[in-house]
T-cell receptor, first 110, second 113 residues
């Protein structure tokens, strides 16, 4: 079983749509969770950390479900500029070695 | 805004040659990292570096790889004898006391022929 799994997509949505991505992880000892954004042939950039209580940053909402070992990212009111690959990242307790998912591709069209 | 820089942006080398990839982390950061991303694949952790020594490394980071902080600003990744499968994008990252907030450089695309 892969350590961090994501649906590769692509998710093709119109501007203004709401889109959600899920990510599952296999290591139950995982402690830290993040969503990164990666544009084509660019570096990953931290989008947001994911906390147990869930967190929101503008149009972006992240949720963590430890019992089911998955995290989610919800994007509301999609913009053209949201088109990118969204990477799920998980770090186990006691280590700073992050494990990246392969990413979910989002294409927002006019 | 401070940023991580990497040079060169693209390096082409022959199999068996040594390459050195360079990074200048954000100046007040304490932790430094190297990652690689083979085209179409996921980002993979290679090594983390703190206080002038390796703090963690992955299985990928074998004896052909080494890292160094030769002065107060640069952080380098050396690949001693490159193989075709080393072709990838190599990202440097740095963080302050919060390991979780890592800032990535733009990457060096390494092509091994």
């Amino acid at each position: 079983r892969k350590e961090v799994e994501q649906d590769p997509g692509p998710f093709n949505v119109p501007e203004g749509a709401t889109v959600a991505f899920n990510c599952t992880y296999s290591n139950s000892a995982s402690q830290s969770f993040f969503w990164y954004r990666q544009d084509c042939r660019k570096e990953p950039k931290l989008l947001m950390s994911v906390y147990s209580s869930g967190n929101e940053d503008g149009r972006f909402t992240a949720q963590l479900n430890r019992a089911s070992q998955y995290i989610s990212l919800l994007i509301r009111d999609s913009k053209l500029s949201d088109s990118a690959t969204y990477l799920c990242v998980v770090t186990p307790g006691g280590s700073y070695i992050p494990t990246f998912g392969r990413g979910t591709s989002l294409i927002v069209h006019p | 805004e401070p940023e991580v820089t990497q040079t060169p942006s693209h390096q082409v080398t022959q199999m068996g040659q040594e390459v050195i990839l360079r990074c200048v982390p954000i100046s007040n950061h304490l932790y430094f990292y190297w990652y690689r991303q083979i085209l179409g694949q996921k980002v993979e952790f290679l090594v983390s570096f703190y206080n002038n020594e390796i703090s963690e490394k992955s299985e990928i980071f074998d004896d052909q790889f080494s890292v160094e902080r030769p002065d107060g600003s640069n952080f380098t990744l050396k690949i001693r004898s490159t193989k075709l499968e080393d072709s990838a994008m190599y990202f440097c990252a740095s963080s302050g006391a919060d390991h979780n907030e890592q800032f990535f450089g733009p990457g060096t695309r390494l092509t091994v022929l």
